[in-house]
Structures are given as C-alpha cells and as structure tokens.
C-alpha cells in the first residue's frame, strides 16, 4: 500500500503537461482520426483507403472512359442492328464492375490493430523470458514463433511495429503500414491492400473486368466490320472514331486483366495468397512433405470458401469514439523494451530512468491523447515492468530464437518489399 | 478467495488494477479464431481452474459458431454477391450477430462469476481478436488479512516488478 501511494504522488509531479492538454481537449475524437497507419479516411471514417490513390484514379478513368464511350457511340449502332441486349448485358456488367471495385478500394481489407501498451509490455516480458538474457540497449533480434497447423510447421514472425506475433497468412504491408490478415498483396490499381476481407471483391472485380473488356473488344470489333461493310473500313474509322480508341484501350488491358484473372483463379482453388505463392510457401519444391495446409483438399470447397464463406466485421473500428479510459497503441519504440516509463522505482539505475522519461516525453508529444486521465496514470504504475521473480511463463512453446544475424533482417525486410514488387508483378502479368 | 463481493461499477471506482493477464490465440487448427485453454498462473488464487477453462471453452464455440462453413454461409455469401453487396446495408451478417451474442455473454460472465473474484475479461473484438484481456483488480482499501495478504503477495510477483528483481 505504501508502494502505491508513493507512486501515485511521483507520477502527478512527472506529467506537469497533461493536465493542460485534458483541459483543452473538448469535443471527443472519432478512432481514425488517430489511426496509426498510413491510411486515408474519407467520409468521416466510412471509406478507407492507401495513402498513394493516383492510380487508382486512372483506373477509374480508363474504365469509366472507355465504357462511356462505348454507350454513347457503339451501343446505338449495335442496338439497332443487332439487339437491344448488347448495351443491357453491358451496362450490368459495367454496374458489377463499379461496385466492386469501389467495395475492393474502399473497405478495410483485414487490418489488424496494433497492440495496446500492456499487451506489448506483456509479450516483451514473456519474450525476455523466454530469450534468458535482456540485451542492453539495442535492438534485440528477430522474434518468431512456431505453430503446428495441420502438420505443418508453420513460423509466426513478430512484428516490429505493431508489436503482435503475426497470424499465420497475415503480413506487414510496408506501403500501409499495417499488419492485414491473410494479406494477399498491395494493388496500387484499387489504391488498398487486398486481404482477407476484400479479397472476394477484388476477384469478382477482375473477372467482371476482364468480361466486360473481352465484351467491348468484341463489339466494337463488331462495330467496325459491320459499318465497313457498307461504307468501306477506313469510312467506318472516320464515323467512329471513339472505336479506335476503345479498341487499343481493351487490346492492351485484355492481356493483363484475364492474364490475373486466371492466377487468381488458380490462387482461390489451391487456397492460397499471392504472397505465398512467390515465396512458394507451399511449393513442392521446398520438400515433398511440403503441402498447404490451410486447403481443403477440393477445388470446390477451397473456391466456395473463398468467395462464399463468412466475412469478419472489421477490427479497427473506425468510427468508434476515443475514450479517454482505454489504451490506445503506443507509437513504435525504436526497441528498447521497456514500457511503464513513468515507473518511480528507485531501484532502477539514473540511466535507465532517463531513457524512460526521454521515451515518455517523446510518446507524450507523439498521441496527445494517451494517459490524460489521472486514474489511466496510476494504471500504468501497477503494471509490471521488469519481469519479477514470481512470473512463471513456461518457454517450452517458444522456438530458439536465431542468433542475430544479417539473413534474418534480410528476409524481414524482403517480406516488406515484397507487396511492392508484387503488385508490379501482378499488374504486369 | 476475495471475501468481499463486487459488482462491476464498484469494481471500477474503488479498486485499483493490480495486473492484467493476457490469453493468446490458439493457431493450431488454422486461421480460426480459438483462445487457448491453458491456464495462467496469475489467476491461479483468484478462480477455479474449471470456471475459466469453461469461459474460454463457451467463447470458443461462439467463434467457431460464426466462423462456420456450411450452407448457411454460402447462401447468405451468395444472396450477397446477388446484390452487390448492398444487401448489407439493410441487414447484419452471421459473425456479427454471433460477436453480438459473446458480447452479451462476456458480460454476463463478468457480472456473475469474474467481477465477485475481483477480475474483469475484455471483449476479445475490442483487442483485434488477438487476446482476452483479463483485468486482475486489487482492494485499495482492503481491511481483512488474508486479502491484504494475497494483494500483497500478488502485487510483489507481478505489479512491484522492478522492485522485486533488483532484490
């Protein structure tokens, strides 16, 4: 108890700065306004997507541009002389289009939210633990976990910044930067990851795209031949120009688009993600017990599965309103381990406690609305900090950890490059 | 035991958090949302081992409830699909009327088994569904002895940390 009170006092006269911010903070905040990632919210937190939208607005033209000038200059001739269905099946397909790619650019595709300070400080103790040794100051090496899933060994990695171990098929997207659940890759064409839940969209997206392409191509096609058949090819041409451009617009796409269309395809039958799929995660390659294990078995179920089964509501809450009692994720320390920096523990040495103050300071200045409260303060206190020495975690379910070396932080940092090439990679093909 | 019985407003107000224990995902069966039933030694004075194993084992069911594959799923994903997904708008899916009904029987939980031990769980969904967040509260003024003597004990071992290992 006496512990307890001492501490309370220490941690009013080292926070001088919060009561000013808590009398001056009126109206209270929606969460994505304090969203840590590199994410943009439009439509007070309903819409959500990358930060880089450039070219998703070229897409948005291109597909808009090309089916506008398909309605307005084909679909008349093709109407008349042929049915009226041509310009119907058209505009369906052109609905199905739209929708669902602005469903694929706008919604969450599986973030995961970082952790709460407790939950970080809670995993650096049970990781310190688990490693023997805290190592001085400097970045301690890569953490991972081992799963079996299925017979399978399956590595969880932690991560840095959001500091959570990883679900299996989750990864860090560098782009922005967030962890997102069964993370298949960053598409700068929808302007958003494509994961867990917007993967379906994103397929139905590029299916009906690459219809709607092959649909167009095909009638403007039509569209040239039948009229020159009557006023000769380079007449036709000259009647309707807008063909032309319509033409070299679909030749072009048709490739790329179905050329995806089937990877994807492929992808949904064999159950997995684009990102493993590069790795080659499961490839036979590795071994021949090498086998996914998060399929099925059958093509069927695996594709049901995929566009049919249950979506998970979003993680991140995005409109949700800030309340002052709850933890909200603390910025990304540069690795020194310990949380509870306002800790007044005598025991520690002066340097450490100007690491933590320093640290405080900057986390402070960083999420104005962190610790604003007096009752969050001596929250913190009672939490632990240095592992005590009646914390028994057992350590048997932790894998060695590696000696820290160069692979290691070149693979993470690969795993991070990855989305980018990938979406090269992807469009291209 | 704590021999004193709290209700959860009065939990909030008059106790303080001494620590919070943090159960992980169980990722052995996959990508599904399972905790794992392993019981931490922190809890071990405040609750009977049968009592959570039985929490987590009822939230478990839940979530596979609503993580379920089956003909239910497949046609509300392609009633969906039908519309375009706007049929969202009007009506909430299978998961989130299940993560409605854990919410509710988190909270009933709380009232009638954690709170009266001192303990508090939190919504798994308000953590991203990475852990259940279980609160351990102390008595800031607890006047029996073997209270003050298990808060004592447990804040030693895990809310005095710094202290304890520099001893």
């Not at chain 1, 001739?77 to 469903?103: E, Q, S």
């Not at chain 2, 303080?16 to 069966?29: E, G, H, P, W």
């Amino acid at each position: 108890m006496k512990d307890c009170e001492y501490s309370q006092i220490s941690t009013h006269s080292s926070s001088p700065m919060e009561s000013p911010h808590k009398k001056k903070k009126i109206a209270a905040r929606r969460k994505w306004e304090v969203f840590p990632g590199r994410n943009k919210f439009f439509c007070n937190g309903r819409i959500m997507m990358a930060r880089q939208t450039g070219v998703f607005y070229l897409t948005l033209v291109l597909i808009l541009v090309t089916s506008g000038l398909f309605f307005a200059f084909d679909c008349p001739y093709l109407a008349v002389k042929i049915t009226p269905a041509i310009p119907a099946v058209a505009g369906i397909l052109f609905f199905f289009v739209m929708g669902t790619l602005l469903r694929t650019s706008f919604s969450d595709p599986g973030v995961l939210p970082r952790a709460t300070p407790d939950e970080a400080a809670d995993l650096e103790r049970q990781i310190d633990i688990a490693n023997g040794t805290s190592s001085g100051g400097y970045r301690p090496p890569p953490r991972t976990k081992e799963v079996i899933i299925n017979g399978q060994t399956v590595k969880l990695k932690y991560c840095f910044t959001c500091k959570i171990f990883r679900p299996p098929r989750a990864s860090h997207c560098s782009l922005c930067d967030n962890c997102v659940e069964r993370f298949d890759h960053h598409c700068p064409w929808v302007g958003n990851c494509v994961g867990k839940r917007n993967y379906r969209f994103f397929y139905m997206f590029i299916l009906s795209l690459s219809f709607l392409t092959v649909f167009i191509f095909a009638f403007v096609i039509t569209h040239v031949i039948l009229r020159s058949q009557q006023t000769g090819f380079l007449n036709a041409l000259k009647d309707s120009p807008a063909s032309v451009l319509e033409a070299v617009v679909c030749f072009f796409s048709v490739w790329s688009i179905v050329g995806l269309s089937g990877f994807h395809t492929y992808l949904i039958s064999s159950n997995q993600t684009t990102n493993e799929d590069i790795k080659g995660s499961w490839s036979n390659k590795r071994g021949k017990e090498n086998y996914n294990p998060y399929s099925y078995g059958n093509i069927f179920t695996n594709c049901c599965v995929a566009l049919c089964g249950p979506i998970s509501p979003s993680l991140i809450d995005r409109r949700g309103y800030i309340q002052p009692d709850t933890p909200q994720p603390a910025a990304p320390s540069s690795g020194i381990t310990m949380y509870g920096a306002t800790q007044s523990q005598s025991d520690m040495c002066d340097q450490d406690q100007c690491i933590q103050s320093t640290k405080f300071v900057l986390q402070a200045a960083a999420t104005p609305l962190l610790q604003s409260e007096p009752s969050l303060t001596s929250d913190e206190l009672h939490l632990p900090g240095k592992p005590g020495l009646g914390t028994p975690t057992p350590a048997s379910h932790w894998a060695r950890p590696r000696p820290p070396s160069m692979p290691n932080l070149a693979e993470a940092t690969l795993a991070d490059v990855m989305p980018g090439k990938m979406s090269t990679w992807a469009t291209s093909s | 035991m704590a021999t004193e019985v709290h209700n959860l407003q009065e939990l909030r107000r008059s106790a303080s958090l001494a620590t919070k224990v943090f159960i992980q995902r169980d990722y052995s069966d996959g990508t599904i949302c399972q905790f794992q039933t392993k019981f931490p030694p922190e809890l071990d004075s405040r609750i009977e081992r049968q009592l959570f194993e039985e929490t987590v084992k009822t939230l478990n069911g839940f979530y596979a409830e609503a993580e379920k594959i089956g003909g239910s799923s497949y046609l509300e994903g392609c009633l969906a699909c039908a519309t375009a997904y706007f049929i969202f708008l009007c009506m909430e899916t299978h998961y989130e009327k299940v993560l409605k009904k854990i919410s509710r029987y988190i909270q009933e939980q709380n009232e009638k088994i954690f709170a009266p031990r001192g303990l508090l769980l939190t919504d798994p969904v308000e953590r991203g569904m990475r852990v259940i967040e279980i609160s351990i509260y102390e008595d800031r003024c607890s006047s029996g002895s073997s209270s003050s003597g298990s808060s004592s004990g447990s804040g030693s071992s895990s809310g005095g940390g710094g202290g304890a290992g520099a001893r």
